[in-house]
């Protein structure tokens, strides 16, 4: 199963090209129709990234908590036992 955080990201990569592509036809010169829709479609697609954005952070905060457990000293391998109120 793919990460979906990894597949998220890459999806937006992709669309931020996109999005550099028509920002850079807008930095050209006036064209009667193509400026309005690449205008349109920026919009659109800087509207799909936050969702994105959104969605990365959801998935993050849905993803299972590692739990480390506490690294004992190289002294004494007992250590996490001893640090333990509820021993």
């Given at each position: 199963?793919s990460?979906?955080?990894?597949?998220?990201?890459?999806a937006?990569?992709?669309?931020?090209?996109?999005?550099?592509q028509?920002?850079?036809?807008?930095?050209?010169s006036?064209?009667?129709?193509?400026?309005?829709?690449?205008?349109d479609?920026l919009i659109?697609?800087?509207?799909?990234?936050?969702?994105?954005?959104?969605?990365?952070?959801?998935?993050?905060a849905?993803?299972?908590?590692?739990i480390?457990p506490?690294?004992s000293?190289?002294?004494?391998?007992?250590s996490?036992?001893?640090?333990?109120p509820?021993?």
């Amino acid at each position: 199963m793919s990460d979906p955080v990894e597949d998220l990201q890459k999806a937006r990569f992709a669309l931020v090209n996109d999005r550099r592509q028509f920002a850079s036809l807008l930095a050209g010169s006036y064209q009667r129709g193509k400026t309005a829709e690449a205008t349109d479609r920026l919009i659109q697609l800087q509207k799909a990234i936050e969702a994105i954005d959104a969605a990365i952070v959801d998935e993050k905060a849905l993803a299972p908590k590692s739990i480390t457990p506490k690294k004992s000293t190289p002294n004494n391998p007992y250590s996490e036992i001893e640090d333990d109120p509820s021993i």
